[in-house]
């Protein structure tokens, strides 16, 4: 499952003979050099050369992929030195860097590249981090690629480097087959255990100096051991390593390269004058597969070029992008243009790119910018399959017209999410939002509460909340009594409803309250989890009791007084206990608030008791007698 | 799914099937036109939305129809169709790579085909052999071929083509150039029987299989609708995670961000969130509390709607309309959880093309927790604390430098290496203003040069150095030769010149100060 661009290894050769030169001076008389002193030209050493290149390749596929990407090194002379593992915090170019400090430029001493190919292949047995998190899945293909630069006599030490490959892998993989049972059978294998290879592409690059003739040729990628290994070489001049890693990073990562032509850029002598200049980037090859259609395969395998559309006043950024976004770097990190276009990006700016046409008309294909730091590339433009939706005012809720947009914008607001550290918080996110959704009407003509506004504010805003303190239940409170001393003053806060609700007359105003307690008392038993909100549930309980018996001036006063005299300790709260039998804090929904609320005392009372007087009322009284009088 | 049907009208099509029944005659033309008007008769009922195109083939490919909604069209051009002369698939399907590339290649849309031929290959083995080689496959773009043979399981013929036609299911599949993970493989279809009830079984199979609607339940805390997604969601299998994803039918929202915050979200695919009507067991008593009370039974204008309210999908209240009206009132994105360590995000998205039609786009991540990188991870979003600002805002920044790890690796460039020791070379003529930026210099060009192991360069920088030196002006200031001096020579040390610990510094004052009392 794992693809062979998972794991990479690079075998440095680190011998004598790599401390020659490369015979390919670097000129630094330039023109530009006006009086000064000329430096005369130096040549590089092979292993400079060699260094360097891999370098470059690294930084592409780390620029290009942040993770699941990995490269090791292994500089080989009389032993193998293992720049780095496989472990996430190594995969670096400072580390890298740092290493390669270390291992200093060629000595003198015996060796070769065979430790470094021995050591390479054993580093592709052992697992990388994402391998080891799965270990239970042993059908995983464990597949890399080994880039080998050294320097052989001929085809005959080519041939013996890939039998000492084949040999290693049929060791290594003898000893993973034996091993596995093993470490199977026991629990969870604390030890690095070593993992079959299935395949290995093997890249040997034989390097020479600029003059030297070599007796070494190119030979196109062969299978051999049934199709495990796959081994190529090729013969390149120092001079052109750079080049040719920087050709083969794109199959071996799938990349493609595209090259933005016509960047207007001042000069960098001359700030009046400015001239167009060019700059290729490398991204994957998905973000070509809209111009596939136009292109040739020969076409396919060039790099695209695509004209700056100089951007205007307003930009879209990447937003008009259809899908996928892919990550961007520039092929020359050092030259003026590119940093010129990189930090118009990281800036964020962004560019439209335009397929140059002959024939004038212009169609944008790509855009480039920045998000977070990084350059990305997406596709524009094309049809998608969601095009042309359906109207949603003609789908199920579409004609209802009088959704709380306002409020559920406010819920959105108090539910934003962040960058957190640790685990947990999107279960986190999403308890609060089960919380601040427990009694939420979507519509506004199916609530009052909510209408109300700055009357019930303070409460609405508060009892969503997972804990409240004194004080916020105080302030639930004063919202309940100034609600109270309203409806005893027969008013009602018409002016915060919509026209349509604004009732005039008395009867239906008894209404409106009755509503707005039930609706009151559904909100906060909703919540009530926390002994404070089971408090001001009591509260509340207490006001509606007062609600349904309102011609009763007495009980206001008693319910006043109970409310106000001790609110961190109300009337039988016990100690917070919820065991106490008392249905105020079980769980109910709506209905049963409603159904199970008090009822005005309207109802005749029951005839046997009104028969009975002051006794004891028997039931059924009538039913022994029946029985009697059947028989 | 866009989906290309891919229909065989070479001559082999037009022969009659035997059949008992004398009453009607059929061609294999007219049976395979019997499987096409079902398949568009059952997406008319459950994708509606779906673009549908019509290639005809024989050894030469027509696009007849190309990708429309319009299934009606596509069903009066099958009665006008004109018959070609021999069967020829490779053809057909570079046809295809052809049209689906122009229309939908941009953005990498997944495309089901489905090849309707009469199971001869219009080839010989070796021809076969030939043309498993030809076929331009894995197309460019993700993509799943269905074949639907119009043929009798007995005949000969079929024998020798299905080992293609697997090859084509097979090959169609192996598109290795997506990184955004792969569909599942398409399916050969093969009728019971030659007749039209036996084609139209075997399509219908394949409609219930592939075309199926997708339905699921958009959760926001205790807030909920039934929604329909379409297209519908793929499942996905990722190369690199070894692992399939399959979308869970219960959508969470974890929460909102600003649309701003959010950008552009690094969709691999993206879905219209289309709200349906709610079960009848759905609509509790919190959604029409208030139609329950007695304040809007008093009320004349809407007292007597509520009734019709109920049997009106669009009058009742739906909270996916609701989602769709704030995200786009208040500019914001919700972040969905789509199932184990994967997520996706909600938008209100507006085509300014299409009359500014608006409506609520899913667009499914990448699975992973690192799938929109300037969100951080995404299974550390959460909500802040009460009162408090969260240490870290949106968006979260890469450490990457674009330059390279310093300039090591750059010098592999002619011109990288020069732009550098010229700057080296500037520095030193700009003595003793520039003495500290020099110094700063040499140490960045040591560190690299040392890294890859580079000494011939500041050996030569070194000789520079000193050369400048001796071509210094006689009115320079003493200070500028002897710290030329001291670098040149710190350059060419052997015991330190190599040693990455060892960092250059200036002359301190006490040497600045003794030149100045001569």
């Not at chain 2, 700057?423 to 003595?431: C, G, I, M, N």
Request: aromatic share 6%.
């Amino acid at each position: 499952m794992f693809p062979i661009n998972h794991k990479t290894i690079f075998v440095l050769d680190h011998t004598p003979y790599f401390g020659i030169s490369s015979d390919n001076p670097i000129d630094f008389d330039v023109p530009k050099n006006r009086g000064y002193l000329p430096v005369p030209p130096i040549c590089k050493s092979l292993w400079t050369c060699s260094v360097e290149a891999a370098v470059e390749y690294c930084r592409i596929v780390w620029d290009l992929f942040p993770e699941g990407k990995l490269v090791r090194f292994v500089v080989s002379d009389n032993t193998a030195h293992m720049l780095n593992t496989w472990a996430v915090a190594q995969q670096n170019l400072t580390h890298l860097l740092n290493g390669l400090c270390l291992v200093g430029p060629v000595r003198r001493g015996a060796g070769g590249d065979v430790e470094g190919l021995v050591a390479a292949i054993e580093a592709l047995a052992e697992p990388s981090p994402d391998q080891t998190s799965r270990p239970n899945e042993r059908h995983f293909q464990n597949r890399g690629r080994v880039i080998c630069i050294t320097s052989a006599r001929d085809n005959d030490s080519i041939k013996n480097l890939k039998d000492i490959a084949h040999n290693t892998i049929v060791q290594i993989n003898k000893k993973a087959t034996l091993a596995q049972p093993a470490s199977t059978s026991e629990s969870t294998s604390t030890t690095p255990q070593t993992l079959v290879i299935h395949y290995c592409h093997i890249v040997i690059i034989n390097v020479t100096p600029e003059n030297a003739e070599t007796r070494v040729t190119n030979q196109p990628l062969t299978e051999i051991a049934g199709g495990q290994i796959g081994v190529e070489v090729i013969v390149s001049r120092a001079s052109a390593l750079a080049n040719l890693l920087g050709r083969l990073v794109l199959p071996h990562y799938k990349l493609a390269t595209t090259t933005v032509t016509g960047i207007p850029m001042k000069e960098e002598q001359n700030a009046s004058s400015s001239a167009n200049y060019d700059v290729e980037i490398i991204h994957s090859l998905d973000a070509h597969a809209g111009l596939r259609a136009s292109q040739t395969p020969a076409e396919a395998l060039e790099s695209v070029v695509l004209r700056w559309w100089t951007p205007r006043g307003a930009e879209g950024g990447a937003s008009g992008c259809c899908g996928s976004l892919w990550r961007v770097t520039p092929a020359d990190v050092a030259s003026r243009p590119s940093a010129c276009l990189v930090n118009f990006l990281l800036n964020g700016r962004s560019v439209t790119l335009e397929v140059p046409r002959k024939g004038g008309g212009r169609s944008a294909s790509h855009v480039l910018a920045a998000q977070g730091g990084e350059l990305w590339i997406g596709a524009l433009g094309g049809r998608t399959p969601y095009d042309d939706p359906p109207a949603l005012s003609e789908g199920a809720g579409g004609r209802v017209t009088d959704y709380r947009i306002k409020e559920f914008g406010a819920l959105m607001q108090q539910n934003r999410l962040h960058p957190l550290r640790g685990a947990g918080a999107n279960g986190r996110a999403r308890a609060r939002l089960q919380r601040h959704t427990t009694y939420w009407p979507l519509t506004i003509s199916s609530t009052l509460i909510f209408n109300l506004g700055s009357v019930l504010d303070p409460l609405t805003r508060l009892v969503v909340q997972e804990t409240l303190t004194d004080e916020e239940v105080d302030t639930c409170r004063n919202v309940l009594l100034s609600l109270l001393a309203m409806e005893s003053r027969h008013e009602f806060p018409t002016a915060q409803l919509p026209s349509n609700m604004r009732g005039k007359s008395s009867g239906r105003r008894e209404e409106q309250w009755r509503q707005v307690w039930a609706e009151l008392e559904a909100l906060v038993r909703a919540h009530a989890a926390a002994p404070q909100h089971r408090a001001l549930l009591r509260v509340l309980l207490d006001c509606r009791a007062h609600n349904n018996h309102a011609s009763d001036g007495e009980s206001r006063a008693t319910v006043i007084r109970a409310t106000t005299d001790s609110p961190l300790s109300p009337v039988g709260a016990g100690n917070g206990g919820s065991s106490n039998g008392s249905d105020v804090w079980a769980p109910r929904n709506v209905l049963d608030a409603l159904l199970g609320a008090p009822r005005p005392a309207r109802r005749p009372d029951f005839a046997g008791r009104m028969a009975a007087g002051t006794r004891v009322a028997t039931l059924y009284s009538q039913l022994q007698q029946d029985v009697e009088t059947s028989h | 799914m866009p989906t290309v049907i891919l229909l065989d009208v070479s001559l082999s099509m037009s022969r009659p099937v035997p059949t008992s029944d004398t009453t009607e005659t059929h061609t294999r033309h007219t049976i395979a036109t019997a499987a096409v008007n079902t398949f568009l008769d059952y997406l008319s009922v459950h994708a509606k939305l779906e673009y549908v195109a019509l290639v005809t083939f024989s050894s030469v490919y027509e696009v007849s129809v190309p990708f429309t909604r319009d299934f009606d069209s596509i069903r009066s051009k099958l009665l006008v169709l004109e018959e070609g002369d021999k069967t020829c698939i490779d053809t057909a399907l570079l046809g295809v790579n052809q049209l689906v590339l122009n229309e939908w290649g941009g953005c990498q849309t997944p495309v089901q085909i489905i090849l309707i031929t009469d199971g001869s290959s219009g080839v010989g083995a070796i021809g076969r052999n030939r043309m498993v080689h030809a076929l331009p496959l894995p197309p460019s773009y993700p993509a799943k071929i269905h074949v639907l043979p119009i043929v009798s399981p007995h005949e000969s013929s079929l024998q020798h083509a299905m080992p293609l036609y697997q090859k084509i299911v097979d090959l169609a599949n192996n598109t290795t150039t997506n990184s955004n993970g792969n569909l599942s493989r398409g399916s050969i279809y093969c009728p019971d029987q030659l007749t039209v009830p036996g084609v139209i079984t075997a399509i219908t199979r394949l409609c219930e299989q592939h075309y199926q609607e997708f339905w699921c339940t958009l959760k926001c805390g205790q807030l909920d609708a039934r929604v329909q997604l379409f297209p519908a969601p793929q499942t996905i299998s990722l190369e690199e995670l070894s692992a399939t994803y399959t979308l869970a039918n219960q959508i969470h929202v974890i929460g909102f961000l600003q649309q701003q915050e959010l950008t552009t979200p690094i969709a691999i695919s993206k879905h219209l969130v289309i709200p349906q009507p709610q079960a009848g067991a759905n609509t509790g008593p919190r959604e029409n509390y208030g139609s329950k009370t007695p304040t809007k039974e008093g009320s004349s204008t809407d007292g007597s709607a509520t009734e019709e309210d109920m049997s009106d999908p669009s009058k009742v209240p739906n909270f996916c309309v609701l989602l769709h009206g704030a995200l786009k009132v208040e500019g914001m994105a919700a972040v969905v959880l789509l199932g184990a360590d994967w997520w996706g995000t909600l938008t209100a998205s507006c085509e300014a093309s299409r009359g500014r039609r608006s409506c609520l786009l899913l667009s499914v991540m990448k699975p992973g927790a690192t799938a929109a990188p300037w969100l951080g991870a995404l299974d550390q979003l959460g909500p802040a604390e009460e009162g408090t600002t969260p240490a870290e805002t949106f968006p979260i920044r890469s450490w990457r430098s674009y330059s390279g790890g310093g300039s090591a690796c750059a010098w592999a460039r002619p011109h990288a290496l020069l732009a550098d020791v010229q700057k080296v070379l500037r520095h030193a003529r700009k003595l003793p203003d520039k003495t500290q930026h020099l110094f700063k210099e040499l140490n960045r060009l040591r560190r690299a040069a040392i890294s890859l192991g580079f000494s011939e360069l500041l050996t030569a920088i070194g000789n520079a150095l000193e050369r400048e030196c001796t071509a210094l002006p006689p009115n320079a200031p003493s200070e500028c030769a002897l710290q030329l001096a001291h670098a040149a020579n710190a350059l060419r040390d052997p015991r330190t010149a190599l040693d990455i610990k060892h960092v250059l510094t200036p002359l301190g004052p006490n040497y600045n100060v003794t030149p100045m009392t001569h």
